[in-house]
């Protein structure tokens, strides 16, 4: 079945520590988005890429990093210097164009041990 | 800079009638798109409708529909017939063609739907 797979569906990060989560996708999209969700919010863009070895930040970028070495893979660390991490993180992925909607994975829920 | 706003936190509605779940949004561009997700508890995102701005027919997909008014700025989901699996959250999507965020969507809050027996 194709789709998008995020791993873990729930992390704990300890203070100090950088965590990855992981996004994975055989839909063969050249796009792919990363988004972070609390609650009482709507989605907020972390990330996105369109192309291979190129990525840009979006709204709230600090504290995070990614990288696309891979069209299928799109992994995104949390930092140490992300002082608030606790939150619903989202992967989506799409093909380039104006009217293409952007298909998700099921998540990966981050708490603050 | 876009702006997607959607006025009603929660909603309830009885099985088997309509519901309709308001969403405005602010944009000078020309060109843009509207989507509409479904999050039910699970947390995953669920597509199910698209608007483009240029677009003379109000999009439908079974029994969702968008009742699309440009000048309003309105886009509004219409879901017929309701169902207990329609109880999730509703989140309205924008995105603009020349965007600097590329393909990437720019969501309001969402709207809680609560359909009763």
């Known amino acids: 079945d194709g789709g998008i797979t995020q791993s873990p569906k729930y992390l704990f990060r300890k203070e100090g520590q950088n965590v990855t989560l992981s996004c994975e996708q055989n839909?063969?999209?050249?796009?792919m988005y990363w988004y972070r969700q609390d609650p009482g919010q709507g989605l907020r863009l972390i990330y996105y890429?369109?192309?291979?070895?190129?990525?840009q930040k979006g709204d709230i970028a600090e504290g995070y990093s990614v990288s696309r070495e891979k069209k299928e893979s799109f992994p995104l660390t949390v930092t140490s210097a992300q002082k608030n991490p606790t939150a619903f993180y989202l992967c989506?992925?799409?093909?380039?164009?104006?009217?293409?909607?952007?298909?998700f994975g099921d998540g990966t829920r981050l708490s603050i041990l | 800079a876009q702006k997607i706003t959607q006025t009603q936190p929660g909603m309830f509605v009885q099985e088997k009638e309509a519901v309709t779940l308001d969403c405005t949004y602010d944009t000078s561009d020309q060109s843009y798109g509207l989507f509409w997700y479904k999050q039910p508890s699970s947390g995953e995102m669920i597509f199910l409708i698209y608007q483009g701005s240029y677009d003379e027919q109000n999009a439908t997909e079974g029994r969702y529909s968008l009742n699309f008014q440009k000048a309003r700025k309105s886009a509004n989901l219409v879901i017929s017939a309701s169902q207990l699996g329609d109880s999730a959250m509703y989140f309205c999507?924008?995105?603009?063609?020349?965007?600097?965020?590329?393909?990437?969507?720019?969501f309001g809050k969402g709207t809680s739907l609560l359909v009763t027996p």
């Open positions: 989506a992925s799409s093909i380039l164009g104006e009217n293409q909607p952007q298909h």
């Open positions: 839909l063969n999209h050249d796009a």
């Open positions: 890429s369109q192309i291979v070895n190129d990525f």
């Open positions: 999507a924008m995105r603009a063609v020349n965007s600097n965020s590329g393909y990437a969507l720019n």
